[in-house]
């Protein structure tokens, strides 16, 4: 049963356009959510988070919402840029500190020149 | 900076082959985790630890078992290799908050 879910395995996008990759849950009890970035060969790493609590959460280009109602959550990035080429991993978490994280399956970003 | 070593970027057994991989965190943080990365499947949680001694079962504990004899090293262990453990493994440390910290990851090839 996959709790946090990405639908779209991938996605291409004009360098300087938005970005927006989407992702949605099942389990009521998550509280807090976060966004990973993973270059090939290397380890994921953190991008972004948001708190159950908060709609909307900003730092720099990168924007998450979450939409609590829809379970789902959303990642803006405005301008893409070509290094933000890379697979992102959305996760939750049920308790927060709990530090136990369920991902998604990822989505492949491209951006094209 | 947070730093997060795996002894092997890449590793090759052969099947029934008993295989450790070894995890170091320089960060003293109490909480490891092992987690292996599949395409289409994204990461999936095997083993997770929040002290030396202690270890839980993740999602998908079959098959592995894991040691924490050390607060800065979390070892994995595959006892008997199978061709299905090929994968990415991706180990990561934490401290109270949610954010996980990884390292780059071992690419395994069981034959």
């Known amino acids: 049963d996959q709790q946090v879910k990405q639908n779209s395995p991938s996605l291409s996008v004009q360098e300087g356009r938005i970005s927006i990759l989407n992702c949605d849950y099942t389990n009521s009890m998550f509280d807090y959510f976060l966004w990973y970035k993973k270059y090939p060969a290397e380890g994921p790493t953190f991008l972004i988070s948001?708190?159950?609590?908060?709609d909307k959460n900003e730092d720099g280009r990168f924007t998450v919402f979450l939409n609590k109602s829809a379970k789902h959550l959303s990642l803006h990035i405005v301008p893409s840029q070509p290094g933000d080429s890379a697979v992102y991993f959305c996760a939750a978490s049920g308790v927060q500190g709990a530090q136990k994280l369920v991902f998604g399956q990822g989505t492949r970003l491209t951006i094209n020149p | 900076d947070v730093k997060v070593t795996q002894s092997s970027r890449y590793l090759v057994k052969r099947t029934g082959e008993k295989v450790f991989l070894e995890c170091v965190q320089d960060?003293?943080?109490?909480?490891m985790f092992w987690y292996r990365q599949d395409p289409g499947l994204g990461l999936r949680l095997i083993y997770f630890?929040?002290?030396?001694?202690?270890?839980e079962k993740g999602d998908i504990p079959e098959g592995y078992s894991v040691s924490r004899e050390k607060k800065e090293r979390f070892s994995l262990i595959l006892e008997s290799a199978s061709t299905n453990q090929t994968s990415m493994y991706l180990c990561a440390e934490g401290s109270g908050s949610d954010e996980q910290f990884f390292g780059p990851g071992t690419r395994l090839t069981v034959l």
């Open positions: 630890s929040y002290d030396v001694k202690m270890k």
């Open positions: 960060m003293d943080h109490e909480n």
């Open positions: 948001i708190s159950s609590i908060k």
